[in-house]
């Protein structure tokens, strides 16, 4: 399966059967039955190495959708910081945002996170194959 999102400033795309408008400006293709590449990866692990948008992020992936608004009285920052985070995490390819009426709702993409999990453990892979092969000609 294949999802690419193509994001202009609240342009649609479909998941699933399920249209979800962006509201962000960045182009992800995330290719889940092939390999992330590493700028990919690399933008996943710098969207959640900021403890707020990992906490941003947590509550996301805990119900079902939440807004802005709903954010911003949870977490105690400013609408213009969330909406920040927000875009860093919609441009990760971690959440989708939709836009209804005068409200964007925020909601996580599990797909990138179970892509990025296998990314991450095929590098650990790799990683722990070459410790064994310096061990062995040490």
Known sequence: MI????GCRYSGIIFGRMEFPLASKAMISLHLDQSMDRSEIEKISKALADQTRLRIFEAISATKRMTCGEIVSMRGVTPATVSHHLKILSEAGLIACRREGQFVHSQAVPET??????ALAK???????ARRRNRATS
């Open 3 to 6: 999802v690419e999102m193509i």
């Open 113 to 118: 996170i179970t892509a990025y999990a296998r």
């Open 123 to 129: 590098i650990a892979r790799g990683k722990k194959g």
